[in-house]
Nanobody, 110 residues
Framework: QVQFVESGGGSVQPGGSLRLSCTAV???????MAWFRQAPGKERELVAS???????NYGDFAKGRFTISRENAKNAVILEMNNLKPEDTATYYC?????WGQGTQVTVSS
């Protein structure tokens, strides 16, 4: 059974950048991988997904600012986040093969 370990979260100022990493342990990455996020009091929402053939899909809020990619050599999926805004503050979760990571906190504040 695959497990996902996320890292890279933290606190940044508005306009800053973060690079989240999700490493698959115990198995290879799924052909479909995704990042979701959940802010306090809100529903979990899709940030970005990456399917076979390199097809990507982004939440409207992420378009032009976030990029999802795979690092096959590290068995990881990456989420590059630029021009971060306070409303991006949330716990970010990796998803694949029906499994969720434990989440990594992103806080954007001045």
């Amino acid at each position: 059974q695959v497990q996902f370990v996320e890292s890279g979260g933290g606190s940044v100022q508005p306009g800053g950048s973060l690079r989240l990493s999700c490493t698959a342990v115990g198995s290879s990455l799924s052909l479909f991988m995704a990042w979701f996020r959940q802010a306090p009091g809100k529903e979990r929402e899709l940030v970005a997904s990456l399917a076979s053939g390199g097809r990507t899909n982004y939440g409207d809020f992420a378009k032009g600012r976030f990029t999802i990619s795979r690092e096959n050599a590290k068995n990881a999926v990456i989420l590059e986040m630029n021009n971060l805004k306070p409303e991006d503050t949330a716990t970010y979760y990796c998803y694949g093969d029906g499994e969720w990571g434990q989440g990594t906190q992103v806080t954007v504040s001045s």
